[in-house]
T-cell receptor, first 113, second 114 residues
Framework: AQSVTQPDIHITVSEGASLELRCNYSYGATPYLFWYVQSPGQGLQLLLK??????LVQGIKGFEAEFKRSQSSFNLRKPSVHWSDAAEYFCAVGSGGSYIPTFGRGTSLIVHP | GAVVSQHPSWVICKSGTSVKIECRSL??????MFWYRQFPKQSLMLMATSNEGSKATYEQGVEKDKFLINHASLTLSTLTVTSAHPEDSSFYICSAKQGKETQYFGPGTRLLVL
């Protein structure tokens, strides 16, 4: 069975600083990987996804993520965080042909001015 | 981009009553819709998958008689929480996709059962 681990429950950064959110997955074959963002009281918005090809994936809002098979990781990065990036971030892994993801528990991003 | 709406956005009901939540894909036809439940500060838990015109597939541990799902058209799925109790209070989120494309999530419905 597939699973996702987001080891950090909370991350606090200063506005303008760089950001990296960690995600590790467990899956036997090549996974389909996703990062979603959820603002308070809202649904989820897809930031980026990896299905195959280039392991460095560019997403919306200046985010990127790198798939590292050797480390079973798919960490999310942003070079300069804005206050509006404060939200809950979910990593997810899917498999097979249905792309139905299993979600990690989420990482809450706090941005200090 | 694709838009998914949910109605209502929040609902408060008395214990023992039933509550219906609607999920609509506004600008695309969704062959498959999903219902998730999210507890505070926790991840999304998939409850069921529904395909238009067929019975929903429920995840292990989800009571199908408790959470009735109907996917009557390519743009509408409903989740009915029957005989709701306080432990059913949660944030319910639907998502929809067309074929194998990305899932698009609704804004969620917050249910509070008193």
């Amino acid at each position: 069975a597939q699973s996702v681990t987001q080891p950090d429950i909370h991350i606090t950064v200063s506005e303008g600083a760089s950001l990296e959110l960690r995600c590790n997955y467990s899956y036997g074959a090549t996974p389909y990987l996703f990062w979603y963002v959820q603002s308070p009281g809202q649904g989820l918005q897809l930031l980026l996804k990896y299905f195959s090809g280039d392991t460095l994936v560019q997403g919306i809002k200046g985010f990127e993520a790198e798939f590292k098979r050797s480390q079973s990781s798919f960490n999310l990065r942003k070079p300069s965080v804005h206050w509006s990036d404060a939200a809950e971030y979910f990593c997810a892994v899917g498999s097979g042909g249905s792309y139905i993801p299993t979600f990690g528990r989420g990482t809450s991003l706090i941005v200090h001015p | 981009g694709a838009v998914v709406s949910q109605h209502p956005s929040w609902v408060i009901c008395k214990s023992g009553t039933s509550v219906k939540i609607e999920c609509r894909s506004l600008d695309f036809q969704a062959t498959t819709m999903f219902w998730y439940r999210q507890f505070p500060k926790q991840s999304l838990m998939l409850m069921a998958t529904s395909n238009e015109g067929s019975k929903a597939t429920y995840e292990q541990g989800v009571e199908k008689d408790k959470f009735l799902i109907n996917h009557a058209s390519l743009t509408l799925s409903t989740l009915t929480v029957t005989s709701a109790h306080p432990e059913d209070s949660s944030f319910y989120i639907c998502s929809a996709k067309q074929g194998k494309e990305t899932q698009y999530f609704g804004p969620g419905t917050r249910l509070l059962v008193l």
